[in-house]
């Protein structure tokens, strides 16, 4: 199963390879493809994400009509109400100085009229103050009068004091004309001022309570000349404020010099004696007259409070002031239309801006959602959706590029999902070889036995590469022949006929010529090929076609692999391979096969050799002691006196016999033993023993020995020891071995016979006051057939091998041996055992 | 009445030694040279005590004392097993077919003569 995953994993891999053009939704796809094992076509549904994304571009698009529709607003109304604003600025200023000059040239036109009326009054009453004749008398005065009256008509009444100020004449249309009168008039302003300042004007007054009247007197030239005082009515003057036309509720008034109202169109106001004096544009005009710098707005508030626009002239001679006022509602009116229609244009142009916005944003969203619920369908997996649209500009050509994107998308997708079939099966056919070879492999490792191996080889050949039948054929050098060492799927009668056909390097076969090219060959129609020895046959075993594939071992022709098919046609070049890859397993198995029957050939005849060894030493072992048996045995006898007395000499040459005959047994001993343990055939006993009484024993067989030299013998053994475990036997004859080389080679002093039981080990040394062991000499000494002087040796005797067998049972039990030896100094031989010797070491 | 010693041998040599030792220490000899022969005169003779070599033509050792031991009648009879290789194992050997003692070869003629002294004291 784990390789099925790997499979699917490697599949999700290549087909992600594939993909990864389309982006990352077909890489999850691949991603999930591996992660889950459900068939390919359930996991064509698209993941989740793109359900998020869809949401998320649906909010997008709302975002995006409620942006455009607010961007054309704001530009429409925008531009809209930056033009109202501009307009009704310039409009206000505009209309405020054309009206401001308009009321300022009615201003100055009655104050002109007024003056001119004032002035011609002026001349009038100035010329009937005029100097008369003496002697014309009063009547002369009265004539004159009388004519001014006709003349000027508003004038009402007319009189004249003389230069004492004494009334002379007096003529009126309203009552009877006075001559004479004689009132004293001249403490009166009138009078006064006249004389003063040749006229007076008096303030405005009112007669009959409802015109108003100015009372004008000219003095005449000279001290003697009289004062001509005329009472004008100034109904002139209302009526002409009256006349002038302000608008609809503007209207004109004078004010005399100190603001009292003197002509207004209300009447009323007139004879309530209003004082405009303190109305802001009044006071400001009538300082204006005398400080020029000052300015007057053209916006005041009138008595009434009302909002006015305001402009003055002054009357020159009179200072007097003409206003002309219109208020400011009526004045603005203008503008205020101009103000309605804007806003309505505003908000029609809003209006307008709003539902075109709509409209606009409409138009380009509503293709944009369409594509975006397009692209969402294509996304989710709907890859045979199209979006349709018709716009004929660019959103058209983005809706076409996803149709586009689609198609390919689809187009893209069903080859992925026909290359990961592929792969898929690519891949199982793959793991399904390796699976064939491992078992191969396998089987080549678990069973020796050739034929098993080829023929496991051969079924799984012929299985892989779809053929019917297969044989293996190995190569003999020596004959030149092949023979057929595994069949598959073949009659007994065809593999007869091939055994018959004997098929050798050379003939003109597949088989052969494959061997020779060392390399695969195939016969795609068998019927069709070239002929050989073998075609007939098996045409009729319906063969039709072939692959032979050399089996090589470094360039050595092992043998030859065939499968067979039973319908033509060519072997693809993956079966090819495979088939070769199945022809080296061969080869290695048949060589693996080969070398393993050499080695157990040769280990066999080792065996043999070494069993032949070990009978001829036993053999010699025997032979050489039966000999000697009689030698030593005759000796003992002789030397016994069971033949008689013999003379000294001859005890003394039957003792070098016996001795010679003894060495000579100990050399067949040790030869024997080292050949033993050599084979691995010496084998310990283990057993309990006393290393007190080994030592003991060594010392009774070596005593004589020492004390025959003259040697001291020390034994220092510990009571305490514990029973050891191991060959006793070996053990005392190491012991002996070393005691003996002690006493041999040492000629004064003594042999020391040391042993302890120490952290579970037996130590034991032997130490001599012999002559010593050179260094060099200390390392060689286990080895066989080494003494440390030959010289030496042949004096003291030995075979040599002793150490080299004593060092072989101590290493047997899991001890060491080990020399300490200084030359001249004597030698120490030291041996340590394990107590209870280990049973692995051959301890049986 | 002298005790009466079965020597299984082959080697005339061997034969002859033995012979001098024993009947110079007062044993009465019988001798066979194989196996056979000697559980033949084993049966025939019943002797005192048998040395018996152990490789030995037609019928070894072991078996030739596997066989006088299988005898209830010669079965108390001591045989000193005369082994010749010397090596560990052939002691058991000899002592699993059924031998009372042993003494390797090549022996001493006076540590045999201790030895056969052991089961057979010598007549006063």
Redesign the interface.
Known sequence: MPALVTRMQSAALIASAMVRSSGRRLRDFAAQLGSRKRPIASALTWPRPLSNMRSAGSELTGGLFRKYAVFLVALVGGSLLINALIELYYSYGESRQALSAVQREKAVGAATVIEQFVKEIEGQVGWATGFLPAGSGLEQRRLDFLRLLRQAPAITEVSYLDAEGREQLKISRLAMDTVGSGADLSKEPTFIDAKGKKRYLSPVYFRRESEPYLTMAIAGPGRAAGVTVAEINLKFIVDLVSQIQVGKAGMAYVVDERGLLIAHPDIGLVLRKTDLSHTPHVALALNKLRDATVTVPAISRDHAGREVLTAFAPIGSLGWLVFVDLPLREALQPVYDSLRRTIIVLGLGLAFAVLAGIWLARRMVVPIRALARGAARIGSGDLDHRIEMRSGDEVQVLADSFNDMGTRLKDSYATLEQKVDDRTRELSQALDQVRALVGVGQTINSTLELQAVLVAILAQACRLADAEGGAIYTFDEASNEFTLAATHGMSAELIETIRQAHPSLGDNGPVSDSALKRSAIQLSDVAAGPAWVLRDALLQADVRALLAVPLLREERIIGVLIVRRDRPGAFDQSIIDLMQSFASQSALAIQNARLFQEIEDKSRQLEVASQHKSQFLANMSHELRTPLNAILGYTELMQDGLYGELPRKTLEVLERVRANGKHLLGLINDVLDLSKIEAGQLVLSSEHYSMKNVVEMVVLATEALAAAKKLGFKIEVADDMPLGRGDERRITQVLLNLVGNAIKFTDTGQVCIAAHACNGMFSVAVVDTGPGIPDAEQGRLFREFHQVDSSNTKEKGGTGLGLAIAKRIVELHGGRIWVESKLGNGSAFHFELPIRARESAGVA | MSKCVLIVED?E??R??LR??LS?SGYELIEATNGEEGVALAESKRPDLILMDV?LPIMDGYEATRRIKGNVELKSIPVIAVT??????DEAKAQAAGCDGYVA??????QLLAKIREYLPAEV
């Open positions: 080697q040599d061997n002859a030694i001098d030792l110079t490789q010749s290789y010397a090596l560990s194992g070869k090549p022996f001493s003629p006076r």
